[in-house]
């Protein structure tokens, strides 16, 4: 089995920092890309960044220039820098990563739990 595992979601002010952080664990022979996706109340869960095995990514267009994907490959995290934050960043924010847990496996997607992320004054 693969575990995903996230930290370091809570309540900041508008214009605050927050750094989340997601750990897998567990039966893994290789990761392809690994990232963070959220969904607030009432709407669809939305890709926020990504990063690959290459160390390229991509982002929302509503989080460029405000939001920084991180991977250390030895220790198979993921983490996201986020500054400026805003009310509308407001949402639980899910880790994953496309897992080959042996040689010959194909690459499945494994989702955390969620952290919530609140912004509010």
């Known amino acids: 089995q693969v575990q995903l595992v996230e930290s370091g979601g809570g309540l900041v002010q508008p214009g605050g920092s927050l750094r989340l952080s997601c750990a897998a664990s567990g039966s893994i022979f290789s990761i392809n890309a690994m990232g963070w996706y959220r969904q607030a109340p009432g709407k669809q869960r939305e890709l926020v960044a990504r990063i690959r095995n290459s160390g390229s990514t991509n982002y929302a267009d509503s989080v460029k220039g405000r939001f920084t994907i991180s991977r250390d490959y030895a220790k198979n995290t993921v983490t996201l820098q986020m500054t400026s934050l805003k009310p509308e960043d407001t949402a639980v924010y899910h880790c994953?990563?496309?897992?080959?847990?042996?040689?010959?496996?194909?690459?499945?997607?494994?989702w955390g739990q969620g952290t919530q992320v609140t912004v509010s004054s």
């Open positions: 994953n990563a496309d897992v080959k847990r042996y040689i010959n496996d194909w690459y499945s997607t494994y």
